[in-house]
């Protein structure tokens, strides 16, 4: 039937697929949810103490609910019947307190709740950009960026507020529920099981729809993610957008993707609108029910009028907290679709946890050997073939080779960023795959073209090469890098904030920062991959003196496209589609007269 219904957010110009139950694209399974709520369930008895607060608040509020409608029932019973006045002050008093106790309760049991769900969602968050900080580079090749953001911000804000509304709602009506029906039997069995005969019809449908949507909602917290990634990407990529005059593009595929996210919105809050619906029409029937017997039963004076109300009254308290609990459903749901995209990641496999084993190295010479190393990326054909090379302490090896010749490919392996398919590497004698990564990367240095500047201080941002550094150290690398003069000129100098990615620096200036990190760090190796942007001379000149004596004393991987960088090279490999093609000097490379000797000839070192 449902399959029938007419989308009602259907775009005239942008044809999508509809997200219908039956679409072919909502493929994802959900998993057990007794396996993410008992994760859950962990973070929250983080905060035990809070927790058992609110559990005895729940089970105050629960019972001064349930003690009402029986105080309310014996009233009518003394009052309207027995005429007993002083016993029905009394019972007024009684239920006076009552509901004082009541409210009090439910305030403080929305107080404390709040504490755990702050705190809960506070670890969740910690635990995953620590495990984010943990996973390997490929992780990050397969995901976007916006993507993983809207893991770390909706995908946790809806468990944040899922806790903080729901999970009061579940434990006292869970209580309700079992209180009600225990008090109902021990009043009328009759009249109980009447009660009771609604809950296989309530029991199945509930179950038909939230089949339904646990998968729908995965869909729309994928299709949030997807569209966050895509704004992510279009506004770190505005200047392309604009040179490219691509704005019209960028917002149809926006449109595309938001739509997306409309439509499996729509369908998911469809479905799991129809739950409180079956619950209420459930619920008049089985007031109807218990009315009408009820009612003969008084006839026939079998019970009291005072017991029918009493009864009326706890199978409405009976079928409330049945409709609760079935709202609750629907933000429990999509909750568990959030909590399960952050346990994905929090249980991907991360880096360090394989390397806690592995050898420190306290000391590097820097004597680096490749042998026989092939590498493919994943899913990729052979990058790199059979790559031989070896480094001396102190030597500089420059790389050279067209485009996509697997340069930065060699440098990755080194840093471990990848690991190797064949062969192996060796530092100091030591292959490098049994070595701690963070350790071995300890002693590397890095000065790429794309050095990234984080938001905060200048000063802060060349410490990243050293986090214990002091204010003198950090500025004596900023005198080597040649740094010093442009940042004593910076409104607040060292002090001045650096907007995102240095956007409020020059790109010059950018690497002689990133060339002071890497002075304050003075690893045993460096990597340098120079810039290919065109710098201002005076900037070129102080980059290149810089980055000579960052050299001095170091082995040193240049990705090179400078010909003073090339002429100094102890050691030059030419690569092309992923093999060492020559090898040699400068002026013995020239001397072949092969493909350095062409590419050399026109000027293009790539
Ligand atoms: N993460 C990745 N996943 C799949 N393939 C990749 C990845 N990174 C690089 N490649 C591919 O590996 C090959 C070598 O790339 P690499 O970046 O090492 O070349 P390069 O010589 O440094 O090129 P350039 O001078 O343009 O920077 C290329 O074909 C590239 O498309």
């Avoid at 014996?74 to 027995?82: E, G, N, Q, T």
């Avoid at 990615?501 to 890497?518: H, T, V």
Wanted: proline content about 3%.
């Amino acid at each position: 039937m449902l399959s029938k219904l007419s989308d009602p957010f259907k775009h005239d110009k942008i044809p999508i697929q509809p997200i219908s139950p039956q679409s072919k694209r909502v493929k994802a399974k959900p998993k057990k949810f007794s396996a993410v709520i008992k994760r859950i369930w962990i973070y929250l008895s983080y905060s035990k103490v809070m927790l058992i607060l609110v559990l005895l608040m729940v089970i105050i509020s629960s019972a001064m609910a349930l003690l009402g409608p029986f105080l309310v029932g014996m009233a009518i019973d003394k009052y309207l019947v027995s005429r007993e006045e002083m016993f029905f002050l009394w019972l007024l008093a009684a239920l006076g307190g009552i509901y004082i106790v009541h409210s009090l309760s439910l305030w403080l049991q929305n107080y404390w709740m709040i504490g755990v769900a702050q705190e809960t969602v506070y670890t969740m968050r910690a635990d995953l950009f620590e495990q984010i900080q943990k996973l390997p580079i490929p992780f990050f090749d397969k995901r976007q960026l916006g993507e993983l953001m809207s893991r770390v911000t909706n995908d946790i804000e809806n468990v944040s507020s899922t806790l903080n509304s729901s999970i009061i709602q579940i434990f006292s009506s869970v209580l309700t529920l079992a209180g009600t029906i225990l008090v109902m039997l021990s009043l009328s069995p009759l009249l109980t099981l009447l009660t009771l005969l609604i809950v296989p019809l309530m029991f199945y449908g509930m179950k038909w729809i939230t089949k339904r949507t646990s998968v729908l909602f995965k869909e729309q917290q994928r299709n949030l993610g997807e569209l966050n990634g895509f704004i992510e990407e279009t506004i770190s990529g505005q200047k392309i957008v604009k040179t490219f005059s691509q704005e019209q593009k960028v917002i149809a595929e926006f449109i595309e993707k938001g739509e997306r996210l409309k439509t499996s919105g729509f369908w998911a809050q469809t479905y799991s609108g129809f739950i409180p619906k079956l619950m209420n029409m459930l619920n008049n029937l089985s007031f109807a029910i218990i009315a009408c017997v009820g009612g003969i039963l008084a006839l026939n004076g079998t019970v009291s009028i005072g017991m029918i109300v009493i009864f009326t009254e706890y199978s409405r308290q009976f079928t409330r907290p049945l409709n609760d609990l079935a709202n609750q459903f629907n933000t429990l749901l999509s909750a568990i679709a959030g909590a399960e995209r952050v346990f994905d990641i929090i249980d991907a496999e991360d880096e360090l946890k394989q390397e806690k084993n592995k050898r420190r190295m306290e000391k590097v010479k820097g004597d680096v050997e490749f042998q026989n190393v092939s590498f493919s990326y994943k899913g990729y054909k052979n990058t790199l073939n059979q790559i031989n090379l070896r480094a001396l302490p102190g030597e500089t090896v420059a790389f050279v080779g067209p485009t996509g010749a697997g340069k930065t490919t060699i440098i990755n392996l080194l840093s471990r960023f990848y690991e190797v398919n064949e062969g192996a590497i060796l530092i100091d004698g030591v292959i490098i795959a049994d070595i701690n990564k963070e350790s071995l990367r300890a002693h590397m240095g890095f000065v790429l073209q794309d050095s990234f500047l984080f938001q905060g201080t200048v000063h802060e941002n060349i410490r990243y090469g050293k986090l214990d550094a002091t204010d003198e150290e950090v500025m004596d690398a900023a005198k080597h890098a040649n740094a010093h003069s442009f940042i004593m000129k910076l409104p607040k100098q060292y002090d001045t904030e650096l907007k995102y990615n240095g956007s409020g620096i020059s790109q010059g200036q950018k690497q002689l920062l990133s060339i002071a990190r890497a002075f304050l760090a003075q690893p045993s190796i460096l990597i340098l991959d120079e810039a290919t942007s065109s710098i201002d001379t005076v900037t070129e000149l102080k980059i290149q003196e810089a980055l000579q004596q960052l050299m001095v004393g170091r082995t040193c991987f240049v990705i090179a496209h400078r010909l003073n960088t090339i002429q100094n090279a102890d050691k030059i490999f030419v690569l092309h589609n992923g093999e060492i093609i020559e090898k040699g000097n400068h002026e013995s490379l020239l001397k072949k007269k092969g493909f350095y000797y062409q590419l050399h000839g026109q000027k293009q070192l790539r």
